[in-house]
C-alpha cells in the first residue's frame, strides 16, 4: 500500500504533538524541556506546511508549547485537519458554479 502525503503529514503531526506532550509526564524537567521544544516545533511547521499559512502555524505552535499547561493543544493535528480537510472542503465551495 502505498503512503500518500496527507497520511504521511498526519502520522508526523500525531507524532510531533505527541513528543510536545511528554512533558507533562516527566516532572521537574517537562516545562525546561518545553523551552527547547518550541523553536524546533515551530521549526518542524514552517518546513511541513509552506507559505504564509506554514509561518503563521508554527508562529502559534512556538508560542502554544512555550506557554505552560498549553501542550494539550495538539497543534500539528489541527494543522493537518485544516490544510486536507477543511481548506479542500472550502476551495470546492468556491469553485462550485
Known sequence: MKSTPSLKY???GLLF???GMLSFFIPGIGEFSDVIW????AWIMTRMYKGKIG???GVVTFIEEL???FDLIPSFTLMWIYSFIMAKTASKKVLKP
Open 10 to 12: 498526519l502520522f508526523l
Open 38 to 41: 518550541a523553536p524546533i516545533a
Open 67 to 69: 506557554l505552560p499547561g
Open 55 to 57: 509561518q503563521i502555524a
Open 17 to 19: 504533538d505527541g513528543i
